[in-house]
């Protein structure tokens, strides 16, 4: 066989093959076919597209899925927000309150002000440096200041100050929550913004051993709880805490707290 004729029937087979197959995708196209509920497709149309899973599904369409047919909150959207929420809610025929807004807020002012018991060198994140003897502050309840949050907040609004201790950036924030899922030490909370008195420390340890390694832990002393006209401080495991709901935001506290680990914003 001469090799013009073996390249043609080559070139035959081929193309055959290929329409084959082609006819047997636009066959299997159409047999598996999934129709699209298009009240999904508009409501994944508003969402952010950020496709952060901070809403907890896989993106933004499997939150509108879940939304329209497995009725997941209209407000599970933190990226979108209110707004978001709203036009969901308009779609779906559904109405939609507006909730206080809320921020992560860093409940330890240890730092810099609080002693390294070693030299850690290693990878910048704060779970290895947890990993070895439950990390390298002499306080184990305190924030490493590795910038784990950091690198997990996709809107750039966490930063490490020089104090070691990680900052919120309210104006690009969006109460996502990644950051406080991403601390292995819990250091990182949500609060309302009427919320003004917050005790920034999260140590159980008794007074003596907290003044030990740390300027600004809580050692339990109760004055801020003797100070309180309201009856909304605590201290409760050698720990102060804030009954928000009774507080009034006096300031009295915050005065008395010898250790300065009590502050309003």
Not at 47 to 57: I, M, R, S, T
Not at 89 to 114: D, K, M, T
Not at 216 to 236: M, Q, R, S, Y
């Amino acid at each position: 066989m001469s090799m013009p004729t073996l390249l043609i029937q080559s070139m035959a087979t081929l193309g055959g093959l290929a329409l084959a197959i082609g006819v047997m995708l636009i066959v299997a196209s159409k047999k598996f076919k999934v129709d699209v509920n298009p009240l999904v497709e508009e409501v994944t149309e508003i969402l952010p597209g950020v496709n952060c899973g901070a809403c907890g599904y896989a993106g933004c369409a499997d939150f509108a899925e879940h939304v329209v047919e497995d009725n997941a909150p209209l407000t599970g959207c933190p990226v979108g927000g209110f707004d978001v929420a709203k036009e969901i809610g308009g779609i779906l025929g559904q109405e939609v309150s507006e909730g206080e807004a809320e921020f992560p807020y860093v409940r330890c002012n240890g730092g810099v002000h609080c002693v390294d018991r070693f030299n850690y060198e290693g990878i910048e994140d704060c779970k290895a440096v947890m990993m070895l003897s439950e990390g390298e502050k002499g306080c184990n309840y305190g924030c490493m200041g590795r910038g784990t949050c950091v690198r997990a907040c996709p809107f750039d609004a966490i930063y490490i100050g020089d104090d070691r201790l990680p900052k919120i950036n309210k104006n690009l924030c969006t109460s996502c929550g990644l950051c406080i899922e991403s601390c292995p030490n819990d250091i990182l909370v949500f609060a309302k913004e009427s919320e003004k008195v917050h005790v920034v420390c999260m140590s159980h340890d008794k007074g003596k051993t907290v003044k030990a390694v740390c300027e600004n832990g809580c050692i339990g002393c109760k004055l801020c709880e003797k100070a309180c006209p309201v009856d909304a401080v605590h201290v409760t495991k050698f720990l102060a805490e804030i009954d928000q709901e009774k507080c009034i935001s006096c300031g009295k506290c915050v005065e008395k707290c010898p250790q300065g680990c009590i502050e309003m914003r």
